[in-house]
């Protein structure tokens, strides 16, 4: 009998555990994108990567906020032009309504900071070491209640010798990332610049959150090899990724999509800004 109680006890107990992960996001992923089979090239047909669920992301014990520590800081290095540093700012204020975090931009560090050894050139173009600056210089510029840091900057970028390039790098570690638009621009196109770098620091900054790349949709968080591949990917969360930063940071899901969508649309990212009105109509359903 007393077999039996506890068998009974421990089958409501799973029961109350697993309904407690249930939360309003769960009805978006009738919106979510199949993941199609990686062609030669892309990231998940040379990177093969364990998924990381919700349930595996909240026993992680995921990189959180805490009263003293919950403001990001974007830390930008070397020198910006005009259009270019109207980058760095709209960035800074799509990073603050992405994460639902004050996000404040220090001031810029130069170049000389970063070694020579810790620079190349690379197909005629000077690029500057990701895992370095992740590593050795960012840390040390963080301030006491900065929960993450993340570099920007206009050069390019490689994480070690046997890599051509990355857009972007996070180190889970020392919550630090750097990320790149200097193969963003082309034709002159800012907007289309801005669009990218926007993708790429907010998908570093979910790195840093202990968010590993999603293999569960097509998401922000997918991983990319190149950047028609990264074209491709939306400038919005699948539901399981969604539901993991919202568990995380305790956003209002609604209040956040609101105000995405009123970026994206003054902006002129129609496609992104619709995604996200779907999924704020289907949140606002009785």
Known sequence: MKRLCFLLSFLILIGCTTSNTKTELDKLAILDVKLSVPKAGEWMAEHHEDGQSFEKYVANNPVTISDAQKVI???????????????????????SLFFKLKTVLLNPI??????????????????????????????NKIPADGIVIMAITAKDLYPSE?????????????????????????NGDYELCLNRTIKTAVHEIGHMFSMNHCKHAVCLMNGVNHLPESDTKPNALCSDCLKKLSWNLKFDNKN????????????HFNADAAILQQQLSLLKEK
Do not use: C, M
Request: proline share 3%; net charge positive.
């Open 73 to 95: 800081y974007i830390q930008p290095i070397g020198n910006f032009n005009y259009a270019e540093k109207e980058i760095v700012v709209s960035s800074v204020a799509y990073i």
């Open 110 to 139: 130069s170049e000389n900071a970063i070694p020579s050894d810790k620079k190349r050139i690379n197909n005629g173009i000077e690029q500057l070491d990701a895992s370095y600056i992740n590593s050795k210089i960012l840390p």
């Open 162 to 186: 046997d890599w051509n390039y990355v857009f972007g790098l996070a180190n889970y570690d020392k919550r630090t990332g750097i990320s790149s638009f200097n193969r963003f621009v082309e």
């Open 256 to 267: 956040r999509l609101e105000n995405l969508i009123i970026f994206l649309k003054k902006h």
